[in-house]
């Protein structure tokens, strides 16, 4: 049972454009989300994170939009550089929770 | 100064067999868990420890057996080596907040 999905495997953009990665869930008591990157044989690092309560945070080049009733969110990242290629995850959790849930991951290529 | 180191870093070993993996943090986090990418690149956790205290145990087979000797050290076990065991896992330590840090991973091959 995979309560967070993201569909798109792989993603290929050009230097310069904006790259949108979509993550999805179905746990309605998911509050709080985040984006890891990875590079390969490196574990994965924290990028953005977002609350339940808001449906937008950015840090630099970096937003995450939340749509809470559509259970879906997204990463932009704008303007693309080729140091942004790698995986990306998209992780839940729930208040009270501990653990982390984790999509399969999108592999980010970008073009120069 | 790595933040949270695994070792090693590479493991073959046969089916049937013992082995171990070490990890060890010092950002003096409470908190720290295994979590397990299989081939599908599904990243699923194992166990969370907070200050040696075992937390979340994700029914996970009993020839796994985490060991935290202390809160900056979190080793993971693994009796009777199996073909399905194969995978990278890596272990992740968490201080205040929602952010993880990862170490680099263990790539586990049974042959």
């Known amino acids: 049972d995979q309560q967070v999905k993201q569909n798109s495997p792989s993603l290929s953009v050009q230097e310069g454009r904006i790259s949108i990665l979509n993550c999805d869930y179905t746990?309605?008591?998911?509050?709080?989300f985040l984006w890891y990157k990875k590079y390969p044989a490196e574990g994965p690092t924290f990028l953005i994170s977002?609350?339940?309560?808001?449906d937008k945070n950015e840090d630099g080049r970096f937003t995450v939009f939340l749509n809470k009733s559509a259970k879906h969110l997204s990463l932009h990242i704008v303007p693309s550089q080729p140091g942004d290629s790698a995986v990306y995850f998209c992780a839940a959790s729930a208040t009270g929770n501990e653990k982390l849930t984790f999509g399969t991951g999108t592999r980010l290529t970008i073009i120069p | 100064d790595t933040a949270v180191s695994q070792t090693p870093k590479y493991l073959v070993t046969q089916m049937g067999n013992d082995k171990s993996i070490k990890c060890e943090q010092n950002l003096g986090h409470d908190t720290m868990y295994w979590y397990k990418q299989d081939s599908k690149k599904f990243l699923k956790i194992m166990f969370s420890?907070?200050?040696?205290?075992?937390?979340i145990n994700e029914t996970v087979p009993n020839r796994f057996s985490p060991k935290s000797p202390d809160k900056a050290h979190l080793n993971l076990h693994i009796n009777s080596l199996e073909l399905g065991d194969s995978a990278v896992y890596f272990c992740?330590?968490?201080?205040?907040?929602?952010?993880?840090?990862f170490g680099s991973g263990t790539r586990l091959t049974v042959v």
């Open positions: 977002i609350s339940s309560i808001k």
């Open positions: 746990n309605s008591m998911f509050d709080y």
């Open positions: 992740a330590s968490r201080g205040g907040g929602y952010g993880y840090t």
């Open positions: 420890y907070n200050n040696k205290e075992l937390i």
